[in-house]
């Protein structure tokens, strides 16, 4: 299993423009969930899903969306990059909603200019 | 609301025993659960509380007081290699919220 995997794992982009960050497991784990990092900020939840789709917000949604089409895969839009939203993003999966263990991958580092 | 607070550095020297505290408010409970987080990175799951009391896995342990709101993770006989950062978080209706993380410093 390849587990959690995330591209790409750098991007920069200039405000303004818009991109897609992609997130897969192979795991079928039914719950997913996409977090950024900001130092000293610790890991804020944007979106997850509880299963194919089905997405909510998490606590920091505004300027991203989700879908959630396959069990599999669960990309991260930004609308109109900003460099407010420079920061590390963190996609994770868990067997189900009610399992308390989450599988992260490892990251796309995404910096705004 | 839910919001957690924990130390945000905590230096300890090698072969020594560290506690990492986490106080949280939450208006609804279902667990709170510690992740282990070397710089570049991505979290790694360490144990989880559902229930009071401690919950050991070889040299990491957790403990939960749901009366207090209050929990901590405690390394033992500590190595190098458990510089990192730790964060608590908990988890309610389908979220899960993390804490800002405690910085663990690691003196030979």
């Known amino acids: 299993n390849a587990g959690v995997t995330q591209t790409p794992k750098f991007q920069v982009l200039k405000t303004g423009q818009s991109m897609t960050l992609q997130c897969a497991q192979d795991m079928n784990h039914e719950y997913m969930s996409w977090y950024r990092q900001d130092p000293g900020m610790g890991l804020r939840l944007i979106h997850y899903s509880v299963g194919a789709g089905i997405t909510d917000q998490g606590e920091v949604p505004n300027g991203y969306n989700v879908s959630r089409s396959t069990t599999e895969d669960f990309p991260l839009r930004l609308l109109s990059a900003a460099p407010s939203q420079t920061s590390v993003y963190f996609c994770?999966?868990?067997?189900?909603?009610?399992?308390?263990?989450?599988?992260f991958g490892p990251g796309t580092r995404l910096t705004v200019t | 609301g839910q919001s957690l607070e924990q130390p945000s550095e905590v230096t300890a020297v090698e072969g020594a025993i560290v506690q990492i505290n986490c106080t949280y408010q939450t208006s609804g409970f279902y667990g709170l659960s510690w992740y282990q987080q070397h710089d570049g990175g991505a979290p790694t799951f360490l144990s989880y509380n559902a229930l009071d009391g401690l919950e050991e896995t070889g040299r990491f342990s957790s403990f939960l007081s749901r009366s207090d709101s209050y929990g901590y993770l405690l390394l033992q006989e500590l190595q190098m290699k458990d510089s990192a950062s730790y964060f608590c978080a908990v988890k309610r209706d389908d979220k899960i919220i993390f804490g800002k993380g405690t910085r663990l410093h690691i003196l030979p």
């Open positions: 994770a999966s868990s067997y189900s909603p009610t399992a308390y263990e989450q599988y």
